[in-house]
């Protein structure tokens, strides 16, 4: 079992940086890869960035590519989202993921294990 908890969202101004933390119990972290997903508003949630076990692969969705940074510290079992130049259409709520395999992909129904999420809001 892996327990995730995220941290670091709030309201930012667009242009604004916030980075995100999602700590994970359990001594096996590092055989996890981990995703960030998100969900606005009446929409559905929506892959983010993936980080592969030992965060020598990486992926991001197109919207956030060059602007989001995803990373991770096996040593404090933490996953970070370093956002950057946010935009108001990055407002949502965010959801750190596990998969229990060191390869990391951007499909949701692949992880097994959700934080409860955390509350990103962009004001104009």
């Known amino acids: 079992q892996v327990q995730l908890v995220e941290s670091g969202g709030g309201l930012v101004q667009a242009g604004g940086s916030l980075r995100l933390s999602c700590a994970a119990s359990g001594r096996t972290f590092s055989r996890y890869a981990m995703g960030w997903f998100r969900q606005a508003p009446g929409k559905e949630r929506e892959f983010v960035a993936a980080i592969s076990w030992s965060g020598g692969v990486t992926y991001y969705s197109d919207s956030v590519k060059g602007r989001f940074t995803i990373s991770r510290d096996n040593a404090k079992n933490t996953v970070y989202l370093q956002m950057n130049s946010l935009k108001r259409e990055d407002t949502a709520v965010y959801y750190c993921?596990?998969?229990?395999?060191?390869?990391?992909?951007?499909?949701?129904?692949?992880?097994?294990?959700w934080g409860q999420g955390t509350q990103v809001t962009v004001s104009s």
């Open positions: 993921a596990a998969r229990g395999s060191a390869i990391a992909t951007t499909l949701a129904a692949l992880y097994d294990y």
